[in-house]
């Protein structure tokens, strides 16, 4: 065999063993990438379930600061309250 046959074959290996060598590291960058993009999207529902909450309470404070009828109904709901001529019966 020529040198020059020797060489090309060498540096067909090299050029196959780093062929081996970015497509291994492209692989495991892909899958660490797609681990990093479920956890965004969990955390991106997990966002929109708090605002969403959120939204539910400007609501109800809004309407504990401005509503006397719901102040009333929350009172008598949530604390068993009743005005003078009332009766509260609690079923367990």
Request: glycine share 2%; proline share 1%; hydrophobic share 40%.
């Amino acid at each position: 065999m020529s040198f020059g046959r020797v060489f090309n074959i060498l540096f067909a290996l090299a050029y196959l063993a780093l062929f081996a060598f970015a497509f291994t590291y492209l692989y495991q960058e892909n899958d660490e990438l797609r681990v990093l993009k479920e956890r965004q999207s969990q955390a991106q529902e997990q966002l929109d379930t708090y605002r969403e909450e959120v939204a539910t309470k400007r609501d109800e404070l809004s309407r504990l600061s401005n509503d006397p009828e719901y102040i009333e109904q929350t009172i008598r709901t949530k604390l068993n309250y009743a005005k003078d001529d009332e009766l509260v019966f609690r079923f367990e």
